[in-house]
């Protein structure tokens, strides 16, 4: 049960602008959606509830099973609109081959880009199984959960075809549901972020930005942060990792900026829900 603190940030209209064309063919949100940034130690699985359906990003290492699937539970989530695995590495698609055996899932996003372990073997099995087709991620298409959505996702990364890192293949995601806006990084680091900023006119300013990578210093350019200019930042990390993420450099950057952080490492699980105007965030702990 998370505790029932916290802070409401106000969102001006700013962004109202921006957003104006897309709204133009977009249903106006309607009720409230939540992102639940799950505390699976050092890994990614954020899951978005909708009125349209839930959508997962990334499923944490298996260590991190009971939790993802005790909390999918305690949520009450009976199947998903779409599945997000950002990248094959197993702290964000451990989970993946036990998610698509046990909830119906419509589409599944991966990147174009083959790993030889058991784990990634695993979901392609599951996949198969359930013959599901994986969509590959295009830079630039936007889409939503259901036919007539008031949400809506853009892909942003990855825009080559190849990289030396798999954590540069990351799906890279906005989202945006009426004047709130989320990016989601997934472990994309700065070669990353580099082509997303050339590739500019996107929009990449956001409310809430999903770290890449943990809080690695390999991420989080300065030049990404003020594009992006968050009102808050969220850091997805085990408490006393291997790495050391967050890196202190990355916290320092947040800091000269003004950004607020929550890390799950430290605030345990952390939900943000919005009705398209307001965010509210709740901590566990
Ligand atoms: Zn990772």
Same mark, same amino acid.
């Given at each position: ?20 064309? *897309? ?9 409230? #959606?939540? *992102?639940?940034? #799950? ?13 349209? %359906? ?5 499923? %944490? ?16 989530? !009976? ?25 119906? *899932? ?9 790993? !030889? ?13 359930? &013959? ?63 082509? #997303? ?43 006393? &990792?291997?790495? %050391? ?15 607020? *952080? ?6 345990? !699980? #952390?939900?943000? !829900? ?12």
């Amino acid at each position: 049960m998370l505790k029932k603190y916290l802070l409401i940030f106000f969102l001006t209209l700013i962004f109202a602008a921006g957003i104006s064309g *897309v709204l133009g063919c977009r249903k106006r949100p309607a009720g409230e #959606i939540s *992102v639940h940034f #799950i505390d699976v130690g050092q890994g990614d699985a954020i899951l978005i509830k909708t009125p349209e %359906g839930d959508a997962l990003i990334d499923s %944490g290492e298996f260590s991190a099973r009971d939790k993802l699937f005790g909390y999918l539970r305690e949520e009450g989530v !009976t199947g998903l609109r779409l599945l997000v695995a950002t990248h094959p590495h197993s702290d964000h698609i451990g989970n993946m081959a036990e998610v698509v055996e046990k909830l119906p *899932v419509t589409n599944v996003m991966m990147p174009r880009v083959v790993h !030889t372990t058991k784990t990634f073997e695993m979901f392609l099995d599951a996949l198969e199984a359930k &013959n599901l087709k994986i969509k590959a991620p295009v830079a630039g298409d936007t889409f939503g959960l259901a036919g007539d959505s008031a949400l809506s996702f853009t892909v942003l990364a990855p825009v080559s075809e190849e990289y030396d890192d798999l954590n540069n293949y990351s799906v890279v995601l906005k989202m945006v549901y009426g004047n709130v806006t989320f990016l989601f990084m997934g472990d994309a680091e700065r070669i990353s972020e580099n082509e #997303i900023l050339a590739a500019g006119g996107r929009g990449l300013r956001a409310d809430v930005l999903k770290l890449g990578h943990h809080g690695s210093s390999s991420s989080s350019s300065r030049e990404f942060l003020d594009a992006v200019l968050p009102r808050c930042a969220v850091i997805s990390c085990g408490a006393g &990792n291997d790495y %050391g993420h967050p890196h202190a450099e990355t916290l320092r950057a947040l800091d000269e900026r003004g950004i607020t *952080v929550y890390r799950t490492d430290l605030d345990g !699980t #952390i939900v943000m !829900t919005t009705d398209g105007v307001s965010v509210q965030v709740q901590l566990e702990k």
